[in-house]
T-cell receptor, first 112, second 112 residues
Framework: KAGVTQTPRYLIKTRGQQVTLSCSPISGHRSVSWYQQTPGQGLQFLFEYFSETQRNKGNFPGRFSGRQFSNSRSEMNVSTLELGDSALYLC???????????FGPGTRLLVL | GENVEQHPSTLSVQEGDSAVIKCTYSDSASNYFPWYKQELGKRPQLIIDIRSNVGEKKDQRIAVTLNKTAKHFSLHITETQPEDSAVYFCAARRNSGYALNFGKGTSLLVTP
């Protein structure tokens, strides 16, 4: 099976703009989780979607949102970008009933 | 919510020596503890995991131990090799769904 894919891989935005990132899970996986990775904070959980429903959310402001489509692909959106949003955004997918999370290559976002 | 602490943040060993990384978690309901290895510029890769009904698990040179009473788990790498150099993350499954709370990572350097 193909692995988790994320698009775009790199993105440069300016403060105040918004951005949408996309994640395609491994075929058959219904759970998609999103994480923000920064040098100082490590991997921080954003939210998890399962069968189009958000079932878990981390401690991030409302500017961070997401959704999942019927084919399990997921998007996350960040509005009113801040410099501190510069990070690697990783998504991971899991098969129902199995706990292992498989990560995508990430989208590196730079906010200027 | 779940808090995972990881030590040390950096670790340098000579090739052939052993390396040990320790993590503690706060939520006694956590039941799944994976370890990920992340090489520079790459996605995190699962290297080993353990469930709360098991005290120890081994896979070739890698082993993980879990002490549920003390709420800590450790990664042991024996006969280290230069290719083991990477950042290692411990994690604990959150209280619902498949998403994980991660430690802040240990940068392991194995010198020849």
């Amino acid at each position: 099976k193909a692995g988790v894919t994320q698009t775009p891989r790199y993105l440069i935005k300016t403060r105040g703009q918004q951005v949408t990132l996309s994640c395609s899970p491994i075929s058959g996986h219904r759970s998609v989780s999103w994480y923000q990775q920064t040098p100082g904070q490590g991997l921080q959980f954003l939210f998890e979607y399962f069968s189009e429903t958000q079932r878990n959310k981390g401690n991030f402001p409302g500017r961070f949102s997401g959704r999942q489509f019927s084919n399990s692909r997921s998007e996350m959106n960040v509005s009113t970008l801040e410099l501190g949003d510069s990070a690697l955004y990783l998504c991971a997918s899991s098969d129902a009933g199995l706990e292992t999370q498989y990560f995508g290559p990430g989208t590196r976002l730079l906010v200027l | 919510g779940e808090n995972v602490e990881q030590h040390p943040s950096t670790l340098s060993v000579q090739e052939g020596d052993s390396a040990v990384i320790k993590c503690t978690y706060s939520d006694s309901a956590s039941n799944y503890f994976p370890w990920y290895k992340q090489e520079l510029g790459k996605r995190p890769q699962l290297i080993i995991d353990i469930r709360s009904n098991v005290g120890e698990k081994k896979d070739q040179r890698i082993a993980v131990t879990l002490n549920k009473t003390a709420k800590h788990f450790s990664l042991h790498i024996t006969e280290t090799q230069p290719e083991d150099s990477a950042v290692y993350f411990c994690a604990a499954r959150r209280n619902s769904g498949y998403a994980l709370n991660f430690g802040k990572g240990t940068s392991l350097l194995v010198t020849p």
